[in-house]
């Protein structure tokens, strides 16, 4: 009987000390300033070579491989090889500067004069504003 009372005096005193309920956390001020959000840090600015050699490496492993090197000319091949053969013959080559020649060739004379040379020039890009 006696371990029966100290088994429950000892029961009784840890039923105390396990309070299911936590104590309520301090009250907050209601006016606080805005944080700010960490600044990330600045990644390096890329160099123009970095830059050009990324455009190359297309697998992104570090290394520049003739396929890699060469895959930039591919469209440009194919738009000139008519025939799909693989092969650039005279007439594929030519026949793109022969149209541009006639395209330019207004008067039908068979001949540019400077005027009409001058819209064979290629067109380039209009650069962007900077809206800085």
Do not use: H
């Amino acid at each position: 009987m006696l371990f029966m009372a100290a088994g429950f005096v000892i029961w009784a005193s840890d039923s105390d000390a396990d309070d299911p309920i936590p104590p309520a956390p301090a009250a907050a001020p209601l006016l606080m300033a805005p944080q700010k959000p960490p600044t990330p840090p600045a990644a390096p600015e890329k160099s123009r070579e970095e830059k050009r050699f990324a455009r190359y490496d297309d697998n992104e492993d570090g290394i520049i491989t003739r396929a890699e090197m060469m895959g930039s000319r591919r469209g440009s091949w194919e738009r000139l090889d008519a025939n799909g053969d693989n092969r650039l013959d005279f007439e594929e080559w030519a026949i793109t500067t022969s149209e541009k020649f006639a395209k330019a060739d207004a008067d039908r004379s068979c001949t540019l004069n400077a005027a009409e040379f001058l819209t064979t020039r290629r067109k380039s890009k209009p650069k962007p504003k900077c809206e800085c």
